[in-house]
T-cell receptor, first 117, second 112 residues
Framework: GAVVSQHPSRVICKSGTSVKIECRSL??????MFWYRQFPKQSLMLMAT?????????EQGVEKDKFLINHASLTLSTLTVTSAHPEDSSFYIC?????????????FGPGTRLTVL | GQQLNQSPQSMFIQEGEDVSMNCTSS?????WLWYKQDPGEGPVLLIA?????ELTSNGRLTAQFGITRKDSFLNISASIPSDVGIYFC????????????FGTGTRLKVLA
């Protein structure tokens, strides 16, 4: 399967600061990248859909001004959590989706653990 | 957000036993994907299904795309301790949209 990397893998920040998370699709040109949030012992919740060169589409209830997404190329998307607060602490996972061999699929990054103090 | 019904929620089994889990929906899907997630890591794709009735294996894992296109099953044969983790199904309604709906997860624990 494709390789998707995320950086950083773990970040601890103070309340009020902003944190940027990078998602790179290393060997797969992703038509679309997704950002998910996962709370302990729960499933993945889609936050936003990101297409290269266009504005991200946010799911209902996700604040677009708080979770800024930039998709600069087919292999890089970034999520910036602005003015982070303790309730933003979570596991953030990106995925790269596209078509390979005529078949749609989706590969996940290893996730970023954000802790806001 | 919307999620698929996945069952069982959790299961404890003895090493060597077979495991079966499923996902169901009221909607039709074009694609089913099955993932495994280890603690603190991202989900890893196990099996992808693209046709109703399709049965696909990956080692000791076998998954099937239900004939009605509203469900999918994952079986693990002869479980081993490293099978422990959370298994998620994901369904895609329309090809090319790349947007998937995830199941609630099945937490598997294997007792040696």
């Amino acid at each position: 399967g494709a390789v998707v990397s995320q950086h950083p893998s773990r970040v601890i920040c103070k309340s009020g600061t902003s944190v940027k998370i990078e998602c790179r699709s290393l060997d797969f040109q992703a038509t679309t990248m997704f950002w998910y949030r996962q709370f302990p012992k729960q499933s993945l919740m889609l936050m936003a859909t990101s297409n290269e060169g266009s504005k991200a589409t946010y799911e209902q209830g996700v604040e677009k001004d708080k979770f800024l997404i930039n998709h600069a190329s087919l292999t890089l998307s970034t999520l910036t959590v602005t003015s982070a607060h303790p309730e933003d602490s979570s596991f953030y996972i990106c995925s790269a989706a596209g078509t390979s061999g005529g078949r749609d699929t989706q590969y996940f990054g290893p996730g970023t653990r954000l802790t806001v103090l | 957000g919307q999620q698929l019904n996945q069952s069982p929620q959790s299961m404890f089994i003895q090493e060597g036993e077979d495991v079966s889990m499923n996902c169901t929906s009221s909607s039709i899907f074009n694609t089913w994907l099955w993932y495994k997630q280890d603690p603190g890591e991202g989900p890893v794709l196990l099996i992808a299904l693209y046709k109703a009735g399709e049965l696909t294996s990956n080692g000791r894992l076998t998954a099937q795309f239900g004939i009605t296109r509203k469900d999918s099953f994952l079986n693990i044969s002869a479980s081993i301790p490293s099978d422990v983790g959370i298994y998620f199904c994901a369904g895609q309604r329309a090809s090319g949209t790349y947007k998937y709906i995830f199941g609630t997860g099945t937490r598997l624990k294997v007792l040696a």
